[in-house]
């Protein structure tokens, strides 16, 4: 099982390296990877991170939540928070990496986890415009589920055991779920 942690803060900055002692808590729940994201609350800019489990090959990938990125301002107030270790299980490539992001980087989310019905999910939701995949991962299942019909109904279509922290960069509301 992967382990997740994160952190929020009203006011004020989050402490980096205390995001960073608790993934390094949970590295025996995920040595295959390991990633942050720092996210401000009120722009919604955000910075990934890597750490020194994270492999080479998440560093190169082209996907927007690969560590190394930065979306949006330069010094922006990091409030948000979220630690990932992965424990590689349903995709095994770089596009598995986590903390995840839909493609505008607006929703962000840690999970732990599986969907057992996530393959029948991801099939109705690419009959719509919106949903583009580019992993095998059921975390993106989620992120494309919470965007098309909200917080609500998406959980309610989950057939499995999980637990969640979800950024809604729109909304500026945390999603906990366990």
């Given at each position: 099982m992967c382990g997740i942690a994160g952190l929020y803060r009203t006011q004020g900055r989050i402490d980096l390296g205390r995001l960073?002692?608790?993934?390094?808590?949970?590295r025996h729940r995920g040595p295959h990877d390991e990633g942050m994201v720092l996210i401000?609350?009120?722009?919604?800019?955000?910075?990934?991170?890597?750490?020194?489990?994270?492999p080479r090959?998440?560093?190169?990938?082209?996907?927007?939540?690969?560590?190394?990125?930065?979306?949006?301002?330069?010094?922006?107030?990091?409030?948000?928070?979220?630690?990932?270790?992965?424990?590689?299980?349903?995709?095994?490539?770089?596009?598995?990496?986590q903390p995840m992001c839909d493609p505008r980087a607006r929703h962000w989310i840690t999970?732990?986890?599986?969907?057992?019905?996530?393959?029948?999910?991801?099939?109705?939701?690419?009959?719509?415009?919106?949903a583009r995949f580019t992993s095998a991962s059921d975390t993106e299942v989620?992120?494309?589920?919470?965007?098309?019909?909200?917080?609500?109904?998406?959980l309610e279509r989950f057939n499995g055991m999980f637990a969640l922290a979800l950024w809604d960069g729109d909304a500026r509301r945390l999603l906990l779920r366990a």
């Open positions: 960073g002692h608790m993934a390094a808590i949970l401000d609350p009120g722009s919604g800019h955000a910075v990934t991170l890597g750490g020194p489990d994270t090959e998440a560093y190169q990938s082209p996907h927007p939540y690969a560590p190394g990125r930065r979306h949006g301002a330069a010094d922006p107030s990091f409030g948000v928070g979220f630690a990932h270790r992965r424990l590689s299980i349903v995709d095994l490539s770089p596009a598995g990496h999970y732990n986890g599986e969907i057992y019905n996530y393959v029948e999910l991801r099939g109705r939701a690419r009959g719509t415009r919106r989620i992120l494309a589920a919470y965007r098309r019909v909200g917080p609500s109904d998406c």
